[in-house]
């Protein structure tokens, strides 16, 4: 029977495969890879660069197809079917190419950013192309690094304080409201820089962000919500205008004031030799600049299914 690999291939660095990663690449005798044009090329690049540091030469085969447009215009009640006949069209192609791209015994594998399990469509893709019964295959998953850990670990801060719950979201859903309960909250997926509706609350909220998490273009800024936040949005433009896309993800930290004494906030990032570092808040995370396909992109973490 065939047998597919969905590969967690980390936040863009080469380097944050880890071994059961490199040892799946090697049992591999196909790699399929979604195209999404010559905008984002480099996204197809830095796959090939990944096999190109794991593999030997001239030992593993590519396959590329195009990636289905998707309708980004539909919102409201239309997002969810979108979102819907879009993953129907990637999961044919998933399809035509498992059963005419590889052989009955043959190993084939998605190398998806981040973590297949956050914010990723591929795990429900090939789950679809089962119930169809179109093409049999088994399949298994790698685990990979997420953006989520990339960007609190170039942040030198945690994901979580102690006895405090951390949720992660969409920027869809932060802009129905702060989620209810928790304050530490990590934000994928925002095409519309939706931190910004929090920058004038008059709350005590640090942000940390980063774009391009894992790669050469990576940008990381952090600082007091209300100062960086400009800042970030000017870096975003920056970026997406030079790239033509971007993926970013942000880690929304807000201090309540009846314990802002109990916390103390964490170092900022490390230097990333750019000279560009924006003042961070007191005793707090500063602030550094340096430089995605669903976890964000990612993806993130991930490469997800609302990249910008």
């Known amino acids: 029977m065939r047998k597919i690999h969905v ?27 979604l195209d999404k044009g010559e905008v984002k090329a480099d996204l197809v690049q830095l796959r090939r660069d990944i096999l190109d540091a794991h593999l030997p030469e001239g030992t593993y085969r590519t396959v590329e197809a195009r990636d289905p447009e998707r309708d980004r215009a539909a919102g409201g009640a239309g997002y969810s079917p979108a979102v819907g006949d879009w993953r129907s ?27 297949p399990s956050l914010y990723d469509s591929t795990l429900g893709i090939l789950e679809e192309i089962l119930a169809e019964g179109s093409v049999a295959f088994a399949y298994d998953v790698v685990p990979g690094i997420s953006s989520v850990s990339s960007l609190v670990a170039r942040h030198r801060t945690g994901l979580n304080r102690v006895g ?4 992660i979201t969409t920027g869809r859903r932060l802009a129905e409201g702060f989620p209810e309960g928790v304050d530490d909250v990590v934000v994928m997926l925002d095409a519309h820089q939706t931190f910004q509706r929090y920058a004038g609350t008059g709350e005590d909220i640090d942000i940390y962000w980063g774009a391009y998490l894992g790669t050469p273009d990576e940008i990381l800024a952090a600082g007091p919500l209300a100062e960086t936040a400009p800042r970030i949005v000017e870096l975003r433009a920056e970026a997406r205008e030079r790239k033509g896309w971007i993926m970013d993800t942000y880690l929304l930290r807000r201090h309540p004031r009846d314990d802002d004494a109990e916390q103390p906030a964490a170092p900022g990032p490390a230097g990333d030799g750019s000279g560009k570092k924006d003042k ?21 973490d991930d490469e997800g299914d609302e990249e910008d």
């Open 164 to 167: 405090r719950p951390v949720q």
């Open 280 to 300: 961070g808040p007191k005793g707090g995370p500063d602030a550094d600049t340096g430089d995605d396909g669903g976890d964000g992109s990612d993806g993130s």
């Open 89 to 115: 069209a990637r999961a044919g192609i998933y399809a035509r190419l498992i059963a005419e791209e590889l052989d009955e015994d043959g190993t084939g594998a998605f190398l998806v950013w981040g973590d």
């Open 7 to 33: 590969i967690g291939i980390g936040a863009g660095d080469p380097d944050q495969l880890t071994l059961q990663a490199v040892k799946a690449l090697r049992s591999t005798d196909v790699f399929f890879i």
